[in-house]
């Protein structure tokens, strides 16, 4: 990853990530939330350690180690994804991105809190603005929501999803600052996400009978290849390299690109509403991402 460029890796994540949200509504139909997540990121994970192995780099770290790595997977990769699959039970998949739009502002006061990053007005107004747009572009489907049985536990998972995955971000900052290297962290820390979300399942009684629809397999290789392996090695890079905050910004740009998937596979058709929406959240990404890009270069 230290040869490719942010605007590859930005472009990765938002391509990547904008069409996992439409394969995850393929899974939690058949499959528990917990279950779900467990699969994925034990798949990720096994895939990610075994590469390391069969090449001969370094993969077994003591337990210092391992503790930053599971507050990582924990809440990066487990709980934070069991709520996103919860939300999904009972709401569209639009509005869940709408409500990870938020992780912009989350990511960079964290960022502040913790570690003291300043925090301009630029930013501040920015995300601000691009929270604005996304909200505008999925605005038919939250007056579609409010008559739907569910919605106030899918807004709750939602939030919750949302502060967990923004603290699992910093806590991957603080790694990378740390000095542990991006695969091994990586790999670990989705092991440990999925043993969380196994926990969860256990704890709940769920079963772990996995379906034989082919459509099931197909998404979980999808979610678990390409929307973690690939997605966050790219987006872990951009963090070490910008910060949680600016890097959040790819939870604003991902609900615009799933506007195409859902014209695609959903039959979505925006009104003037949700263009002038899109406009502003591309506006807010601009505003945001040009400090920060001219302080990487």
Partial sequence: ????????????????????????????????????VAARFAL?????????????????????????FALQGVLLYGLSYVAVYHAETTLVSGLVAVGY????????????????????????????LGLAGVALIFWPEFGRAVATEGTGA???FTAVAVLLSGAGSLA??????Q?????????????????????????????FALPLAPLWWTALLYLALAGS????????????????????????MTPLL??????????????WIALAGAALAVLGNVWMLRPAATAAR
């Fill in 1 to 36: 990853m230290t040869r490719v460029g942010n605007p590859a890796l930005f472009a990765v994540c938002v391509l990547v990530w904008s069409t996992t949200w439409y394969a995850i509504t393929w899974q939690v139909d058949t499959v528990a939330p917990e279950v779900g």
């Fill in 44 to 68: 990720a994970g096994a895939v990610v350690l075994g590469a390391l192995a069969l090449r001969g780099q370094p993969w077994r770290f003591g337990g210092r180690e391992h503790r930053r």
């Fill in 101 to 128: 739009s938020a992780s912009p502002l989350v990511g960079g006061v964290g960022s502040r809190v913790l570690y003291r990053t300043p925090l301009g007005a630029r930013f501040v107004a920015g995300g601000l």
């Fill in 154 to 156: 899918g807004v709750a």
């Fill in 172 to 177: 991957a900052s603080r790694n990378r600052l």
């Fill in 179 to 207: 000095g542990l290297p991006l695969w091994p962290t990586l790999g670990w820390g989705m092991v440990y996400g999925a043993a969380s979300a196994a926990l969860v399942a256990a704890l709940l009684g769920r079963s």
């Fill in 229 to 252: 392996v690939l997605a966050f090695a790219c987006y872990l890079t951009l963090v070490e390299r910008l910060g949680a905050g600016p890097s959040g910004t790819i939870g604003v």
């Fill in 258 to 271: 799933a506007l195409v998937v859902s014209l695609a596979f959903e039959g979505y058709r925006p009104g």
